[in-house]
């Protein structure tokens, strides 16, 4: 439960494109690329997939993590294409502190970081860093459906309504 909920924790700021205030992203088919380093010991993680989004889609991820029980927002600001943004989630004896930032290139793309602690540690993680690069690359394949994410070996996670 925890590591979904820290999980979640961090995805705000990732799905913070999908904010209201803030510019909607295009809809179709994005290439994601992220990198996530765990302290101690520093190990690292990358990865690459696509996504198929449209603004229904957007707009139901940002209301899931934005209600998750236990989660509060501290602080927003949004100031020339950068959304800054602090969380504190508080989950089965875990504080998650989380701070990220997204900076906006227009519709068509995005950049976001994110530092997230936990107190006490979880499974050995006091602290995770996360950066992940959005792109829009065009249509959706045929047949694909908003929240259709694919990863790199080629499987398919069907993250929207059917």
């Known amino acids: 439960m925890t590591n979904t909920v820290i999980a979640l924790a961090i995805a705000l700021f990732f799905s913070s494109a999908y904010a209201a205030d803030l510019p909607e992203m295009k809809e179709g088919l994005w290439s994601v690329h992220t990198q996530s380093t765990n302290d101690p010991g520093g190990n690292k993680s990358e990865g690459n997939y696509t996504i198929c989004r449209n603004h229904a889609f957007d707009k139901g991820v940002e209301a899931r993590v ?23 989630c508080a989950v089965a004896g875990i504080t998650i502190d989380s701070k990220g930032t997204t900076t906006f290139q ?11 602690t936990n107190t006490p540690p979880q499974n050995g993680v006091a602290a995770t860093t996360m950066i992940t690069d959005q792109k829009y690359v065009g ?24």
């Open 106 to 116: 227009g519709d068509t793309s995005f950049h976001a970081e994110v530092h997230a």
């Open 139 to 162: 249509s959706c394949p045929a047949g694909a459906q908003p929240g259709d994410r694919t990863n790199a070996d080629g499987t398919v996670m069907h993250l929207g309504k059917r």
């Open 66 to 88: 934005k209600n998750i029980k236990g989660c509060t927002m501290v602080s927003e600001n949004l100031q020339s294409g950068k959304y800054s943004s602090q969380m504190k």
